[in-house]
């Protein structure tokens, strides 16, 4: 019988390296989306709620061109581009060099995202088919991989290396997971004339990429056209940003130091972590709870949906996704690692807020209880997601910790 094949127990010491430096990063950028979601739900219920919804929806931008958007808008679709940009490279550096690498190492991570996302989707549509909020099942489907990292950062210390590179490669391929679903499922119609166009922008960037062409004069322009066209087409604008990340260059050429794909994630990431989604939570979590009561927040299928995907579905999905991949391929977890850390990871994976905010907005165009239903019930399963996963986290410290003695 062949020897199963132990996924990351061959971390190189620059993955090691990559790792503890996002986590580093990762944990302040949490930080500052907690405040960002904090400040605006205090705001949102004060006596500056109406300056703060005043400027949600204060439009900005060129009509002519169906570029006149909210405030509110513009950080979704324009700052979080910037965001998926950053993602879409880290989705490349994995699939190419990372964790992801190796398909036979990747394929428990692998399982594991696909189960995280599955298995939340079909509560939700289960609990709410046949109703108007049924087209929110993509709304539990996504982690945030900024709080999730910041959780494991702080109540994970003195864990096993192999238990971050787990969660950092089940939350890249969730990431292309709820990108996949925006995409098809999230966006309007469909007009082919522009959706070419910005096809045809991409290949430029990425032929000026094998080029060894460097020159931000070039990719700044090709990737604001990128973003418009593409938001006349009627696909979600943020997919320019995953689009223009996956074809960036990771191979260095002859007296490069290091590849464009890395020094752009060192000079976007910061910008990303630190400025674009703080600002984008800011927006998307000022939830105004007058007239939505407890009953309510407990007890609609919306509600109960998201908060039962996001609690309940993702660790179940994960878990059980991982073990079967375990089971019935030659992959098996790392031999420094437990299916107790799975669960824990799992646990950790229901923090949604970012993505799931995003997908709450797309789902719910135009229905503003169900909106804030949604994204009320989104902060409260991620809040309880979070707790449940540092209690997690420290049993299982514990549980290592006994293993080492």
Not at 54 to 83: C, K, M, Q, R, Y
Not at 148 to 162: F, H, K, T, Y
Not at 173 to 185: S, T
């Amino acid at each position: 019988m062949e020897q199963a094949i132990q996924s990351f127990d061959e971390l190189t010491p620059k993955s090691r390296s990559r790792i503890r430096k996002l986590l580093q990063n990762e944990t302040y950028s949490g930080a500052l989306l907690l405040v960002a979601a904090t400040a605006a739900m205090i705001i949102a219920n004060s006596s500056w709620s109406d300056w703060y919804f005043s400027l949600s929806n204060t439009v900005i931008g060129i009509e002519s061109i169906h570029l006149d958007l909210t405030v509110a808008t513009w950080a979704a679709d324009g700052l979080l581009a910037i965001f998926f940009f950053v993602a879409g490279m880290e989705l490349k550096y994995e699939l190419v060099s990372g964790s992801l690498s190796n398909r036979a190492n990747a394929a428990v991570p692998i399982a594991a995202a696909l189960g995280g996302m599955i298995v939340p989707a079909v509560i939700f549509f289960a609990i709410n088919a046949g109703t108007p909020s049924a087209n929110g099942w993509g709304i539990p489907m996504a982690t945030d991989i900024a709080f999730a990292l910041a959780v494991l950062g702080i109540a994970g210390r003195r864990l096993p290396i192999e238990l971050r590179a787990f969660l950092l490669s089940l939350a890249v391929v969730d990431d292309l997971g709820a990108i996949i679903v925006i995409a098809i499922f999230y966006s309007s119609a469909i007009v082919s004339s522009y959706l070419l166009a910005s096809a045809s922008c991409i290949v430029i960037f990425a032929i000026a990429q094998r080029k060894g062409i460097r020159s931000p004069i070039l990719y700044l322009p090709l990737g604001i056209a990128t973003w418009v066209l593409l938001h006349q087409s009627g696909v979600h604008a943020t997919i320019a940003g995953v689009a223009l990340g996956l074809v960036m260059r990771i191979k260095t050429k002859e007296g490069e130091t290091e590849s464009p794909l890395e020094s752009a994630l060192d000079k976007f990431h910061p910008w990303s972590a630190g400025l674009c989604v703080p600002v984008f939570a800011f927006f998307a979590a000022g939830i105004s709870i007058v007239g939505i009561s407890v009953a309510q927040t407990f007890t609609s299928p919306v509600s109960v949906g998201v908060m039962l995907g996001l609690v309940v579905g993702k660790p179940i999905g994960i878990l059980g996704f991982a073990w079967l991949a375990a089971r019935f391929t030659k992959a098996e977890l790392s031999s420094s690692l437990f299916w107790g850390d799975v669960l824990a990871i799992g646990l950790l994976a229901g923090v949604g807020f970012t993505v799931s905010l995003l997908i709450t907005k797309l789902a719910f165009v135009g229905d503003a209880e169900l909106d804030s239903l949604a994204r009320l019930s989104v902060l409260m399963a991620s809040v309880i997601a979070a707790v449940l996963a540092v209690i997690a986290l420290q049993i299982r410290k514990s549980v290592h910790l006994l293993q080492q003695n």
